[in-house]
T-cell receptor, first 118, second 115 residues
Framework: AQKVTQAQTEISVVEKEDVTLDCVYETRDTTYYLFWYKQPPSGELVFLIR??????QNEISGRYSWNFQKSTSSFNFTITASQVVDSAVYFCALSEVNSGGSNYKLTFGKGTLLTVNP | NAGVTQTPKFRVLKTGQSMTLLCAQD?????MYWYRQDPGMGLRLIHY???????AKGEVPDGYNVSRLKKQNFLLGLESAAPSQTSVYFCASTIAGLGRTGEQFFGPGTRLTVL
């Protein structure tokens, strides 16, 4: 069975601090995909990034960066110079790939509530 | 494009009542999903569908039924609501196929309270 663990339930930082959200996953599949979603206080779920199991390159998008390490089964998310608008619940998710090669079932972690204080 | 829409946005039920939540997507996605979100539990998959006329159980299917009569719609039914079904329900959809991104697009959610 697949499992995603986000050990940090809540994190509180002061604006402009850097913060890293941890995600550890378990799967027996060799092909899988990892995702991060953001859920701001308004409640909608916003897709941030997708990474497949064969691509271990780190990715940077503005103040956001992701570190994928298969050796430790981790897909951590760093926000540099955090802002109040980054306050949200962040979910890490793992996708199974079916026989047709499609991602089809997401397993979510329990989420990390990030609060950025002014 | 409206994306993924959910009806209703809010609902209060009494124990034992029934209701149907409607999810609609206009992106021609093959796969659709129903999740529930409870505090501290993340999102848990209730049921999903990989195509019109097909449904399958997810992680927490008990007490719910679903139907996918049309490709664009996915209905979630509660036949006899229980307080344990108080939750926020999210519908999602994604396109199928090798190499597709697999990103799931989510609806805005339905907040259901069962008294």
């Amino acid at each position: 069975a697949q499992k995603v663990t986000q050990a940090q339930t809540e994190i509180s930082v002061v604006e402009k601090e850097d913060v890293t959200l941890d995600c550890v996953y378990e799967t027996r599949d060799t092909t899988y995909y990892l995702f991060w979603y953001k859920q701001p206080p308004s409640g909608e779920l916003v897709f941030l990034i997708r990474r497949n199991s064969f691509d271990e390159q780190n990715e940077i998008s503005g103040r956001y960066s992701w570190n994928f390490q298969k050796s430790t089964s981790s897909f951590n998310f760093t926000i540099t110079a955090s802002q109040v608008v980054d306050s949200a619940v962040y979910f890490c998710a793992l996708s199974e790939v079916n026989s047709g090669g499609s991602n089809y079932k997401l397993t979510f972690g329990k989420g990390t509530l990030l609060t950025v204080n002014p | 494009n409206a994306g993924v829409t959910q009806t209703p946005k809010f609902r209060v039920l009494k124990t034992g009542q029934s209701m149907t939540l409607l999810c609609a997507q206009d992106m021609n996605h093959e796969y659709m999903y129903w999740y529930r979100q409870d505090p501290g539990m993340g999102l848990r998959l209730i049921h999903y569908s990989v195509g019109e006329g097909t449904t399958a159980k997810g992680e927490v299917p008990d007490g719910y039924n679903v139907s996918r009569l049309k490709k664009q719609n996915f209905l979630l039914g509660l036949e006899s609501a229980a307080p344990s079904q108080t939750s926020v329900y999210f519908c999602a959809s994604t396109i199928a196929g090798l190499g597709r991104t697999g990103e799931q697009f989510f609806g805005p959610g339905t907040r259901l309270t069962v008294l």
